[in-house]
């Protein structure tokens, strides 16, 4: 069992941040570190590091996304099951964002967007997004674990949707899953 201390994190303050991201090493955990870099800048205007895992010369606060072995050992062995997701602080401010099977972790990564920055998408046209702006970021000692709520697809949705550049970014970002990798292969994930 994964054990975390509840314990809040200031990832932006004064438009500086002791932070950066660790990504993993599949293509889904380095897009939703990126997600996670982009919208805290435009949030803040402040620009997270991203290094692979192993880097030294990073910020002493992590943000791990997805699974790295410098994760689990910071955090200790992972059990989430299948279709779950998950978002962890521990001792020292450290943060892991993680997923099980394909887009986990980006859903783990959106959760914690809106949760923490209030990030929304509301519809998949330029535009359609909410970016609260905030000179400072805590996160208050959040952590969750979920499952995933449409994990067998969002029915009507993806008819409306489908074939918009954005139908991935929209179904990720609003807590769905991709039905197929297909539909993800024209965008960034």
Not at 104 to 131: H, K, N, S
Not at 137 to 158: C, E, I, K, W
Request: glycine share 12%; with cysteine; proline share 3%.
């Amino acid at each position: 069992m994964l054990s975390t201390l509840m314990l809040a994190a200031t990832l932006v303050a004064g438009g500086k941040s002791d932070y950066a991201i660790v990504a993993g090493t599949n293509e889904v955990e380095n897009v939703a570190a990126d997600e996670i870099r982009e919208i805290v800048a435009r949030s803040t205007g402040v620009v997270l590091p991203i290094g692979a895992a192993g880097v030294r010369a990073l910020p002493s606060r992590r943000i791990f996304v997805g699974y790295t072995t410098e994760a689990e050992k910071a955090f200790g062995r992972d059990d989430l099951g299948e279709n779950e997701y998950a978002v962890s602080e521990g001792k020292g401010g450290d943060i892991w964002i993680r997923g099980e099977g394909f887009g986990g972790t980006a859903l783990a990564a959106y959760a914690f967007l809106e949760d923490v920055l209030g990030y929304r998408m509301f519809t998949p046209e330029e535009g359609g997004e909410r970016i609260v702006r905030a000179d400072t970021v805590d996160t208050h000692g959040y952590s969750m674990r979920r499952t995933q709520a449409f994990p067998f697809n969002r029915g009507l949705t993806h008819t409306y949707l489908y074939g918009t550049t954005n139908l991935c970014a929209y179904l990720f970002r609003n807590g769905a899953r991709i039905p197929r990798k297909t539909w993800a292969a024209k965008t960034k994930y």
